[in-house]
């Protein structure tokens, strides 16, 4: 079982490396990583289309509770709960 896990990985990272090489001659940014990212936030997108990660990440980019929730919730880097109690931007939206 071990044997197969290892020789899994080994098969990631060289499909990785095969991408990351193939991208670096076409000019393109594409690696593995990327594609589970975007493969993730896409999951994220057909599950609530209202709402979808695009970069923003304070309180004052936000322009509701439940936005500013899904955002905590999925997207990366956020910085919208300053005390980590799990409610964003309480003092933008004090009435959750």
């Given amino acids: 079982m071990k044997k197969l896990i290892l020789v899994a990985i080994l098969a990631l990272v060289a499909w990785n490396y095969h991408l990351n090489r193939k991208a670096a001659e076409s000019g393109e940014d594409r690696g593995f990583v990327k594609e589970i990212?975007?493969?993730?936030?896409?999951?994220?997108?057909?599950?609530?289309p209202q709402f979808r990660c695009d970069g923003r990440k304070y309180c004052s980019q936000m322009r509701s509770a439940d936005e500013a929730l899904f955002f905590l919730s999925n997207c990366p880097e956020t910085q919208l709960d300053d005390n980590d109690n799990g409610i964003p931007?309480?003092?933008k939206f004090p009435n959750q």
């Fill in 37 to 48: 990212v975007q493969g993730v936030q896409g999951a994220v997108f057909k599950r609530d």
């Fill in 89 to 91: 931007c309480e003092q």
